[in-house]
């Protein structure tokens, strides 16, 4: 470790026990669904505009909502599947996000700490790294369309 690391590892002493490689999965799932969010918001405010002043305080699923709507009144058919896609997408993605935030921590059969998510009908999901990095990548995969569609569909 450099002396600069030395002296952030003793500012930050956590005790809260987990794998920095599952931590850093779940920043980077939390981060990827930030950026496709906020490219969503981007593009509902491109199709109706005054959006943006509207968003604050809005769930992701209020988002979702809103999203699929905007999607709705696109009059040219390719470009609206494209986005009709996306929305559908982003509303499943949302689900997906809420399972993982909305975890709660265990300790795992092998001892390791990790989240579990209990649905709404009795099931449960354990949130694996593996898990938590395929949400990641299918969040990134989602906002590099919804980037594309806002500054090349929608320029």
Same mark, same amino acid.
């Given at each position: 470790?450099?002396?600069?690391?030395?002296?952030?590892?003793?500012?930050?002493?956590?005790?809260?026990?987990?794998?920095?490689?599952?931590?850093?999965?779940?920043?980077?799932?939390?981060?990827?669904?930030?950026?496709?969010?906020?490219?969503?918001?981007?593009?509902?405010?491109?199709?109706?505009?005054?959006?943006?002043?509207?968003?604050?305080?809005?769930?992701?699923? $209020?988002? &979702?909502?809103? !999203?699929?709507? +905007? @999607?709705?009144?696109?009059? %040219?058919?390719?470009? /609206? *599947?494209?986005?009709?896609?996306?929305?559908?997408?982003?509303?499943?993605?949302?689900?997906?996000?809420?399972?993982?935030?909305?975890?709660?921590?265990?300790?795992?059969?092998?001892?390791?700490?990790?989240?579990?998510?209990?649905?709404?009908?009795?099931?449960?999901?354990?949130?694996?790294?593996?898990?938590?990095? $395929?949400? &990641?990548?299918? !969040?990134?995969? +989602? @906002?590099?369309?919804?980037? %594309?569609?806002?500054? /090349? *569909?929608?320029?």
């Amino acid at each position: 470790m450099s002396e600069q690391e030395d002296l952030k590892a003793e500012r930050y002493q956590f005790r809260i026990p987990v794998e920095r490689s599952y931590l850093s999965a779940l920043g980077r799932a939390t981060y990827n669904f930030a950026y496709l969010e906020w490219g969503v918001v981007w593009i509902v405010e491109k199709l109706r505009p005054g959006y943006l002043s509207k968003v604050r305080g809005q769930t992701a699923g $209020q988002i &979702a909502r809103e !999203f699929k709507n +905007a @999607a709705e009144d696109i009059p %040219d058919s390719k470009l /609206n *599947s494209r986005i009709a896609a996306l929305a559908s997408s982003f509303d499943a993605l949302v689900s997906r996000r809420n399972q993982l935030v909305h975890g709660n921590p265990i300790t795992a059969t092998g001892g390791e700490q990790r989240l579990l998510y209990y649905g709404k009908r009795g099931t449960t999901f354990e949130w694996s790294e593996a898990d938590i990095l $395929q949400a &990641a990548l299918d !969040f990134e995969a +989602a @906002a590099i369309e919804a980037n %594309d569609i806002f500054h /090349n *569909s929608l320029a």
